[in-house]
């Protein structure tokens, strides 16, 4: 194998397997720019490839025969730009068996982030940031609302994709607008692992709660199929403290029925060992009755989701470097009713994306080179004119080299958007193995958020938007070490977080509620994360201090200057043990939420108290028996607490999962 192969082959493993140690530098010194320019011709014709123009290439230029080892397709901006990040990677145990499992449950009690759960939305804040301030990708594809930039985890599974990856503060030289507290990315990459499997699963719950999926898996030599269908229906009549009324009643949640159905297929094709094909479908349909806080009596109000997202890539390897091309097709249909208000609130949302992404690889040097086109279009009847169309085009280079002992990562994002300007998005990155076990890691970036077609559009009763506002921006910086030993695994990080120009909602002198640039935060902390492994226990936590504050005041009244912001807890943190015993895995979690402000006042804040959940779960599988089972109690202390003002949360909730396995 010639020299530009090996560089190929080392730095492919290096992106599968983070953290992992790399070969010695080699000593040659050939110039990696003559290189690149020599190779210009052939990446142009890999892209005619893509477009179907195999046969003329084979005819006018000889074909490379080298071997080259199997790289994620769907992940690797995401693995590639890991220098410096504070990542987990979601663990199968952890996430276990159930197929309701949604993303907000998990989050909840499973990590330092925090949901708010209120109506019919989950909403997470990482690092301090609001709602809007976490990016979700599917196969590196953004899934947030164009309306109103937010992502509603209660309807995120989890447990139908290859891998769930959650890193915390933004990668918006990357991947563009809305990661500014963290993204979590969702892949669906094959491995092309022989596999044969039809899984049949059946779920009951607490309060109403029936599930039943479907899910067949097929991989055999060059092609991999898998398809999931889901049926969800809950009547959510749980039982809860209303502490707005005297006495503070037990009452039963009578209004938030949930009917979901989903549906998702990944098809993958190696026409050889350069070239790789897959489409993705993932489609879903929720009808919610929105539960109300506790001072409603009694409500109509409904909430209808429906998405349909479509994903044609195409990933070529060529004898010093990968290009990955994408085609996304995004859909949306949103409807919110409340008839006894006369409230019937639509919106209809397309996005077409087309992605390329090109890395060149030069013994312990990267070059990575991509483009973005998006078009976005939003009707909504709630606009002075219902129908919002804009264009985006993005550019982003890095420059990244790795040895044995250092790692550094330079990236520049430029965008150009029809509506408002985009400012350049840089990234420094560092990273550095002192020891066997021992790294440290140091990051410098801007992030930003674009403001959402509602900031800018809306025209309802009593408030309007605001063409004129810019996208909010904001510098990172952090540093952490990762200590990484056969049982036993620690890491830190330290972040502070500038965020200027942050869009703010306020209502001004006549009356109209309208969004303006005139936020400032300060978000700063510490993360931690614990795994210790001692034969058949597995010992996982976490912990997440954050203390973040306003720090400019919105108007002369503005008495939250240098004080904790609104549903962010300063302390955050749970622990996990699991232990496994021969066809047996037993697991107990316990969460600590604390206090947050909801209101603030002259004199004394409002606050929700902190609380404490605790889960177990027993599930029993065997490699010679189909049928696994799964039973868990979450909130095992039937626990009363709110996580935002005046919404209530179910108590102890029963769970039974039941799959069925063919091979």
Same mark, same amino acid.
């Given at each position: 194998? $010639?020299?530009?192969?090996?560089?190929?082959?080392?730095?492919?493993?290096?992106?599968?397997?983070?953290?992992?140690?790399?070969?010695?530098?080699?000593?040659?010194?050939?110039?990696?720019?003559?290189?690149?320019?020599?190779?210009?011709?052939?990446?142009?014709?890999?892209?005619?490839?893509?477009?179907?123009?195999?046969? +003329?290439?084979?005819?006018?230029?000889?074909?490379?025969?080298?071997?080259?080892?199997?790289?994620?397709?769907?992940?690797?901006?995401?693995?590639?730009?890991?220098?410096?990040?504070?990542?987990?990677?979601?663990?199968?145990?952890?996430?276990?068996?159930?197929?309701?499992?949604?993303?907000?449950?998990?989050?909840?009690?499973?990590?330092?982030?925090?949901?708010?759960?209120?109506?019919?939305?989950?909403?997470?804040?990482?690092?301090?940031?609001?709602?809007?301030?976490?990016?979700?990708?599917?196969?590196?594809?953004?899934?947030?609302?164009?309306?109103?930039?937010?992502?509603?985890?209660?309807?995120?599974?989890?447990?139908?994709?290859?891998?769930?990856?959650?890193?915390?503060?933004?990668?918006?030289?990357?991947?563009?607008?809305?990661?500014?507290?963290?993204?979590?990315?969702?892949?669906?990459?094959?491995?092309?692992?022989?596999?044969?499997?039809?899984?049949?699963?059946?779920?009951?719950?607490?309060?109403?709660?029936?599930?039943?999926?479907?899910?067949?898996?097929?991989?055999?030599?060059?092609?991999?199929?898998?398809?999931?269908?889901?049926?969800?229906?809950?009547?959510?009549?749980?039982?809860?403290?209303?502490?707005?009324?005297?006495?503070?009643?037990?009452?039963?949640?009578?209004?938030?029925?949930?009917?979901?159905?989903?549906?998702?297929?990944?098809?993958?094709?190696?026409?050889?060992?350069?070239?790789?094909?897959?489409?993705?479908?993932?489609?879903?349909? *929720?009808?919610?009755?929105?539960?109300?806080?506790?001072?409603?009596?009694?409500?109509?109000?409904?909430?209808?989701?429906?998405?349909?997202?479509?994903?044609?890539?195409?990933?070529?390897?060529?004898? +010093?470097?990968?290009?990955?091309?994408?085609?996304?097709?995004?859909?949306?249909?949103?409807?919110?009713?409340?008839?006894?208000?006369?409230?019937?609130?639509?919106?209809?949302?397309?996005?077409?994306?087309?992605?390329?992404?090109?890395?060149?690889?030069?013994?312990?040097?990267?070059?990575?080179?991509?483009?973005?086109?998006?078009?976005?279009?939003?009707?909504?009847?709630?606009?002075?004119?219902?129908?919002?169309?804009?264009?985006?085009?993005?550019?982003?280079?890095?420059?990244?080299?790795?040895?044995?002992?250092?790692?550094?990562?330079?990236?520049?994002?430029?965008?150009?958007?029809?509506?408002?300007?985009?400012?350049?998005?840089?990234?420094?990155?560092?990273?550095?193995?002192?020891?066997?076990?021992?790294?440290?890691?140091?990051?410098?970036?801007?992030?930003?958020?674009?403001?959402?077609?509602?900031?800018?559009?809306?025209?309802?009763?009593?408030?309007?938007?605001?063409?004129?506002?810019? !996208?909010? *921006?904001?510098? $990172?910086?952090?540093?952490?070490?990762?200590?990484?030993?056969?049982?036993?695994?620690?890491?830190?990080?330290?972040?502070?977080?500038?965020?200027?120009?942050?869009?703010?909602?306020?209502?001004?002198?006549?009356?109209?509620?309208?969004?303006?640039?005139?936020?400032?935060?300060?978000?700063?902390?510490?993360?931690?994360?614990?795994?210790?492994?001692?034969?058949?226990?597995?010992?996982?936590?976490?912990?997440?201090?954050?203390?973040?504050?306003?720090?400019?005041?919105?108007?002369?009244?503005?008495?939250?200057?240098?004080?904790?912001?609104?549903?962010?807890?300063?302390?955050?943190?749970?622990?996990?043990?699991?232990?496994?015993?021969?066809?047996?895995?037993?697991?107990?979690?316990?969460?600590?939420?604390?206090?947050?402000?909801?209101?603030?006042?002259?004199?004394? +804040?409002?606050?929700?108290?902190?609380?404490?959940?605790?889960?177990?779960?027993?599930?029993?599988?065997?490699?010679?028996?189909?049928?696994?089972?799964?039973?868990?109690?979450?909130?095992?202390?039937?626990?009363?607490?709110?996580?935002?003002?005046?919404?209530?949360? !179910?108590?102890?909730?029963?769970?039974?999962?039941?799959?069925?396995?063919?091979?």
């Amino acid at each position: 194998m $010639n020299t530009t192969s090996a560089t190929v082959e080392k730095w492919e493993g290096q992106l599968q397997k983070d953290q992992v140690r790399r070969p010695a530098m080699q000593n040659k010194t050939e110039s990696f720019l003559d290189k690149t320019a020599g190779r210009m011709k052939q990446i142009i014709a890999y892209i005619l490839l893509f477009l179907g123009f195999v046969s +003329n290439l084979q005819a006018q230029m000889a074909m490379d025969t080298i071997r080259l080892p199997e790289v994620k397709l769907m992940e690797s901006k995401l693995i590639a730009h890991t220098i410096g990040s504070n990542i987990e990677v979601l663990s199968a145990e952890m996430i276990g068996s159930s197929n309701t499992q949604n993303l907000a449950d998990f989050l909840a009690v499973n990590t330092a982030f925090y949901i708010k759960q209120y109506g019919s939305l989950a909403t997470p804040s990482i690092r301090g940031t609001s709602s809007s301030h976490t990016l979700v990708l599917w196969n590196g594809i953004p899934l947030n609302s164009l309306a109103n930039g937010l992502m509603d985890f209660s309807i995120l599974p989890i447990a139908n994709f290859k891998s769930v990856t959650l890193v915390h503060g933004g990668d918006g030289s990357v991947f563009g607008s809305g990661a500014m507290g963290g993204s979590i990315h969702f892949s669906s990459a094959p491995d092309f692992k022989p596999k044969k499997e039809i899984k049949l699963s059946n779920e009951v719950g607490s309060f109403g709660l029936h599930s039943n999926a479907i899910s067949l898996e097929h991989t055999q030599g060059d092609f991999s199929f898998y398809v999931n269908l889901n049926t969800l229906t809950d009547a959510n009549t749980f039982e809860f403290v209303n502490t707005t009324q005297i006495g503070h009643p037990l009452q039963i949640n009578n209004y938030g029925k949930i009917a979901s159905k989903s549906g998702q297929m990944d098809f993958a094709y190696r026409y050889d060992n350069r070239t790789q094909f897959m489409f993705n479908y993932w489609a879903s349909n *929720n009808d919610r009755e929105v539960i109300q806080n506790m001072t409603t009596p009694f409500s109509d109000a409904k909430q209808y989701d429906n998405t349909k997202n479509i994903l044609f890539s195409s990933k070529h390897k060529f004898s +010093n470097g990968v290009l990955v091309l994408k085609q996304a097709h995004l859909e949306e249909d949103f409807r919110y009713t409340e008839l006894l208000k006369n409230i019937d609130s639509r919106y209809f949302s397309k996005s077409s994306i087309m992605d390329a992404d090109l890395k060149l690889y030069h013994r312990n040097t990267l070059f990575n080179i991509g483009t973005n086109f998006t078009r976005n279009s939003v009707v909504n009847n709630n606009y002075l004119a219902a129908g919002q169309y804009e264009k985006e085009f993005a550019v982003f280079s890095a420059l990244q080299y790795r040895s044995d002992f250092l790692s550094v990562n330079t990236i520049v994002r430029k965008e150009w958007q029809t509506t408002f300007k985009v400012p350049v998005v840089p990234t420094l990155a560092f990273g550095a193995n002192l020891s066997k076990y021992l790294k440290f890691r140091a990051k410098y970036n801007m992030n930003f958020r674009s403001p959402t077609f509602n900031d800018r559009f809306w025209a309802g009763a009593g408030a309007n938007g605001n063409p004129d506002l810019v !996208p909010e *921006n904001g510098w $990172n910086k952090e540093f952490g070490f990762d200590f990484n030993s056969p049982y036993f695994n620690l890491s830190a990080t330290a972040y502070n977080l500038d965020i200027s120009d942050m869009i703010l909602w306020q209502q001004m002198e006549n009356g109209n509620w309208m969004p303006n640039n005139i936020k400032q935060v300060w978000s700063r902390g510490l993360e931690t994360k614990l795994k210790i492994q001692i034969k058949d226990l597995c010992i996982n936590g976490n912990y997440a201090y954050t203390k973040s504050t306003n720090e400019l005041a919105t108007d002369i009244l503005d008495n939250t200057v240098g004080k904790q912001l609104r549903y962010v807890p300063l302390h955050k943190g749970n622990i996990n043990f699991i232990i496994t015993e021969d066809d047996f895995q037993f697991s107990f979690n316990q969460s600590y939420t604390g206090e947050v402000i909801t209101t603030y006042g002259a004199l004394e +804040n409002k606050t929700l108290d902190y609380f404490i959940l605790t889960d177990i779960s027993i599930k029993y599988s065997a490699n010679d028996f189909p049928i696994s089972i799964e039973g868990k109690v979450k909130n095992l202390m039937n626990k009363n607490y709110q996580t935002y003002q005046n919404y209530p949360n !179910p108590g102890r909730e029963l769970l039974l999962t039941i799959n069925y396995t063919i091979k």
